[in-house]
């Protein structure tokens, strides 16, 4: 085959020299007509033998010929026409070739029965006009979705191209978002060329500190587009970079199988025990749930989740304890590394002064405030907190964030008689969190799970106390008696006297606070972003 085009290529060049021009811009198109075309000589050859010698019905005969056309037709594309000698991706890409081919089959078959049986054409005319148009679209489907090269960069990439691949980003609010939206301009100042795709609305620009960034916004629950997107910008990327396991994550897996790209997840939450858990499927908590055996409903979200995160090059965990989750999962030890969350990147000093006083005046009425920061699901533990309030004399309590628990929480605060001091103020901004942070006189995040949270640090950054539970990634943040203050989840007696000990002891509360600030320095942006970009580097 490559001596054949090498003699088309030097005839062409040597007699017809506008030709050879064609043909020398157009290398991978020139190629897979040359294969197509002999594939299409053993098609029609095989269909001639079939139909003509051995008397068999042209369409079965059409068939059994299609099919040996397609092994010739493979190997020729990827060896050949794509430049694609891979290995280790050969059989997805057999996989998927197959079914590009039986589709093509069924097309073939019946559009050939149709311009034979409705229009009367020659059955080889038929399937000649067939081939051309299954051809033109297979072309499109071989170069830009099986025989994808993987993209290496070069030497004007700097370090490489980056796709962050997530759910949520600016201007959503929440730490994650706004961390995010910081990531990226941190990596472009680092070398990095980076585009993002996102659940949103819409395709825009927005401007980074260094150039214009391209967003690809897809409107959540059009899975089908976010993952064509999604391929389309893998070609251009080095890495996908995850921040959500399960969509975009199980996206990020589909498109490494067929291309070989890599991907990494940064992991820091296990979605299929959020999932089970919001659902009323199970109460166990996370650690068990990684051991047990469940309905086929459950071991669905865990056998996915799991796919995802051992197939992926490697993994930011945001905690330690998140590391041992993904350990308890699968992933081997050697793709796992910890990243810590920071907020050092907000700036504190932004706060409004006037706003902290309007809400000391509109929500504390004379009386202290304490408040919580989270997504009211069960493992949050609001409840708990609305269950201590009777017992807590001056002090109301604003519960900032939404969710399935919003309705439930409200008739319990009724059904206690709190009614009046629990305020449920919903989703805030992220720019506004600090005003609310600077006007409490207790942070408390009673959670039953939890990766390393954004909240506390904003909260210890901002200066308010912390009050919260010893679970998932909370030890690492906050030393208890000493940074703050750490009790068990949900347990009634312990969170109230920690409320009463760091609302009743003004000294206590300020050396927690001036404690925590200095803890912060663990939880620095430069680290965060210097381990990212080298974890980014090295894959």
């Given at each position: 085959?490559?001596?054949?085009?090498?003699?088309?290529?030097k005839?062409?060049q040597?007699?017809?020299?506008?030709?050879?021009?064609?043909?020398?811009?157009?290398?991978?198109?020139?190629k897979?007509?040359?294969?197509?075309?002999?594939?299409?000589?053993?098609?029609?050859?095989?269909?001639?033998?079939?139909?003509?010698?051995?008397?068999?019905?042209?369409?079965?005969?059409?068939?059994?010929?299609?099919?040996?056309?397609?092994?010739?037709?493979?190997?020729?594309?990827?060896?050949?026409?794509?430049?694609?000698?891979?290995?280790?991706?050969?059989?997805?890409?057999?996989?998927?070739?197959?079914?590009?081919?039986l589709?093509n089959?069924?097309?073939?078959?019946?559009?050939l029965?149709?311009?034979?049986?409705?229009?009367?054409?020659?059955?080889?005319?038929?399937?000649?006009?067939?081939?051309?148009?299954?051809?033109?679209?297979?072309?499109?489907?071989?170069k830009?979705?099986?025989?994808?090269?993987?993209n290496?960069?070069?030497?004007?990439t700097?370090?490489?191209?980056?796709?962050?691949?997530?759910?949520?980003?600016?201007?959503d609010i929440?730490?994650p978002?706004?961390?995010l939206g910081?990531?990226?301009?941190s990596?472009?100042?680092?070398?990095?060329?980076?585009?993002?795709?996102?659940?949103?609305?819409?395709?825009?620009?927005?401007?980074?500190?260094?150039?214009?960034?391209?967003?690809?916004?897809?409107n959540?629950?059009k899975?089908?587009?976010?993952?064509?997107?999604?391929?389309r910008?893998?070609?251009?990327?080095?890495?996908?970079?995850?921040?959500?396991?399960?969509?975009?994550?199980?996206?990020?897996?589909?498109?490494?199988?067929?291309?070989?790209?890599k991907?990494?997840?940064?992991?820091?939450?296990?979605?299929?025990?959020?999932?089970?858990?919001?659902?009323?499927w199970?109460?166990?908590?996370?650690?068990?749930?990684?051991?047990?055996?469940?309905?086929?409903?459950?071991e669905k979200?865990?056998?996915?989740r799991?796919?995802?995160?051992?197939?992926?090059?490697?993994?930011?965990?945001?905690?330690n304890?998140?590391?041992?989750?993904?350990?308890?999962i699968g992933?081997?030890?050697?793709?796992?590394?910890?990243?810590?969350?920071?907020?050092?990147?907000?700036?504190?000093?932004?706060?409004?002064?006037?706003?902290?006083?309007?809400?000391k005046k509109?929500?504390?009425?004379?009386?202290k405030?304490?408040?919580?920061?989270c997504?009211?699901?069960?493992?949050?533990?609001v409840?708990?907190?609305?269950?201590?309030?009777?017992?807590?004399?001056n002090?109301?309590?604003?519960?900032?964030?939404?969710?399935?628990?919003?309705?439930?929480?409200?008739?319990?605060?009724?059904?206690?008689?709190?009614?009046?001091?629990?305020?449920?103020?919903?989703?805030?901004?992220?720019?506004?969190?600090?005003?609310?942070?600077?006007?409490?006189?207790?942070?408390?995040?009673?959670?039953?799970?939890?990766?390393?949270?954004?909240t506390?640090?904003?909260?210890?950054?901002?200066?308010?106390?912390?009050?919260?539970?010893?679970?998932?990634?909370?030890?690492?943040v906050i030393?208890n008696?000493?940074?703050g203050?750490?009790?068990?989840?949900?347990?009634?007696?312990?969170?109230?006297?920690?409320?009463?000990?760091?609302?009743?002891?003004?000294?206590?509360?300020?050396?927690?606070?001036?404690?925590a600030?200095?803890?912060?320095?663990?939880?620095?942006?430069?680290?965060?972003?210097e381990?990212?970009?080298?974890?980014?580097?090295?894959?």
């Open positions: 085959m490559k001596q054949i085009y090498r003699s088309l290529k005839h062409a040597t007699s017809i020299p506008w030709v050879y021009g064609i043909i020398d811009k157009n290398k991978v198109f020139a897979y007509l040359i294969s197509g075309c002999t594939a299409a000589a053993t098609d029609l050859g095989l269909l001639f033998i079939f139909t003509d010698l051995a008397g068999l019905w042209y369409v079965f005969s059409a068939a059994i010929a299609f099919a040996a056309a397609f092994f010739v037709s493979f190997f020729l594309q990827k060896f050949w026409t794509f430049r694609d000698n891979s290995r280790d991706k050969m059989r997805s890409q057999m996989a998927v070739y197959l079914s590009v081919g589709i089959l069924g097309v073939n078959s019946y559009g029965y149709l311009l034979v049986e409705y229009l009367s054409l020659w059955y080889l005319l038929a399937q000649i006009i067939m081939g051309i148009g299954i051809a033109v679209y297979s072309f499109l489907i071989y830009f979705f099986i025989f994808s090269k993987i290496t960069g070069d030497a004007k700097g370090n490489g191209k980056i796709l962050i691949a997530t759910g949520i980003f600016p201007p929440g730490g978002a706004t961390m910081a990531m990226v301009n990596l472009i100042e680092r070398g990095f060329r980076v585009k993002i795709i996102t659940y949103i609305s819409q395709k825009s620009k927005v401007k980074s500190q260094k150039s214009d960034v391209e967003i690809t916004k897809i959540r629950g899975y089908i587009t976010y993952f064509f997107q999604m391929f910008l893998a070609r251009w990327t080095d890495v996908i970079y995850v921040t959500d396991t399960y969509s975009v994550g199980y996206f990020a897996y589909l498109i490494k199988r067929i291309t070989g790209k991907y990494v997840v940064r992991f820091a939450g296990d979605s299929a025990w959020e999932t089970a858990v919001a659902k009323g199970t109460g166990d908590y996370i650690l068990d749930f990684q051991q047990r055996k469940y309905d086929d409903k459950i979200f865990k056998n996915k799991r796919k995802i995160l051992v197939n992926a090059d490697r993994i930011i965990a945001v905690s304890f998140m590391a041992g989750i993904a350990r308890a992933v081997e030890e050697s793709k796992i590394q910890t990243i810590y969350n920071s907020v050092d990147f907000i700036k504190n000093d932004s706060f409004d002064a006037g706003a902290v006083e309007n809400i509109q929500y504390g009425n004379n009386n405030i304490m408040m919580t920061a997504r009211l699901t069960p493992w949050k533990g409840a708990g907190i609305i269950k201590i309030m009777p017992k807590l004399d002090v109301n309590f604003l519960v900032l964030g939404d969710g399935q628990e919003m309705e439930n929480l409200k008739k319990l605060a009724s059904e206690l008689g709190v009614e009046n001091r629990v305020y449920f103020l919903g989703k805030i901004k992220q720019a506004e969190m600090i005003n609310y942070f600077k006007a409490a006189d207790l942070f408390i995040l009673n959670t039953n799970y939890e990766g390393l949270s954004h506390i640090l904003e909260a210890m950054s901002a200066g308010a106390p912390v009050l919260t539970t010893n679970a998932g990634g909370n030890p690492e030393e008696n000493k940074d203050l750490l009790v068990n989840f949900n347990n009634e007696q312990e969170l109230l006297e920690a409320a009463i000990k760091i609302l009743n002891n003004k000294e206590f509360a300020d050396n927690l606070v001036v404690n600030k200095t803890k912060l320095h663990k939880f620095n942006w430069s680290n965060t972003v381990s990212t970009a080298k974890l980014l580097k090295e894959i």
